[in-house]
């Protein structure tokens, strides 16, 4: 005669050490020893984006050797100033003329020696690289042109969308100070779209939060 059939997971009452009730199936993984609470990842999105979304050459917008190409370099910061080691950074850009590769575009799909216009880089080494070129200035749909500049949208921890923002160029003055979109945005914080001068091309970080937020545009 058989004894009582035990719920393999039922608690014991009062049990005397950690317990970890047992499936009664192998492969289950069941904890032979105390049961103990690990971390979980720290976002159910951004961190993850970085790994799988990015390839080996996507942060060449413009490929190496292309006349006129040059690196965007920067970082990405949270709002304790902490950089961001696993964001993900999107790039989309018209070419030198101001055109772009893209049947979307109601002009026509451009074509540039070397360019097609779109980068991802994560930021696994602390910062992010773009290889680009500098584009042309577009029609703003008023009748002028809005200063060169680069669409830009990050994907980092702790969001569960994508912000997005523009790169300018601080060498653009004229045109910047001409443009539609730089117009809307108070004065005192237009200096956080502005990527400037460095060594081998320009530096642009990105904050996510904090006294220094890079703009972010609603689209």
């Not at 696993?86 to 074509?111: I, K, L, Y």
Request: net charge negative; hydrophobic share 40%.
């Amino acid at each position: 005669m058989s004894g009582p059939i035990v719920n393999p997971l039922d608690v014991p009452p009062d049990p005397t050490v950690p317990f970890q009730p047992k499936s009664g199936q192998r492969g289950t993984g069941f904890l032979t020893g105390p049961f103990q609470i690990g971390a979980t990842p720290s976002a159910t999105v951004g961190p993850y984006l970085a790994i799988g979304l990015t390839w080996a050459d996507g942060i060449f917008a413009a490929e190496e050797g292309t006349p006129g190409a040059f690196w965007i370099r920067g970082q990405v910061f949270d709002g304790a100033g902490n950089v961001v080691p696993d964001a993900m950074v999107e790039t989309w850009q018209a070419d030198p003329d101001g055109g772009f590769p893209s049947p979307e575009d109601p002009r026509g799909a451009a074509s540039y020696p070397g360019f097609r216009g779109y980068a991802r880089a994560q930021t696994i080494t602390g910062e992010f690289a773009i290889h680009t070129l500098k584009p042309g200035p577009l029609p703003d749909g008023e009748g002028g042109l809005q200063a060169p500049h680069i669409d830009v949208s990050v994907f980092a921890r702790g969001i569960l969308d994508r912000v997005v923002t523009r790169i300018y160029f601080a060498d653009e003055t004229e045109a910047n100070a001409a443009d539609v979109v730089l117009d809307t945005v108070p004065a005192d914080r237009r200096d956080t779209l502005l990527a400037t001068r460095d060594g081998d091309g320009y530096r642009f970080d990105v904050y996510l939060q904090g006294e220094r937020e890079t703009v972010f545009f609603a689209v």
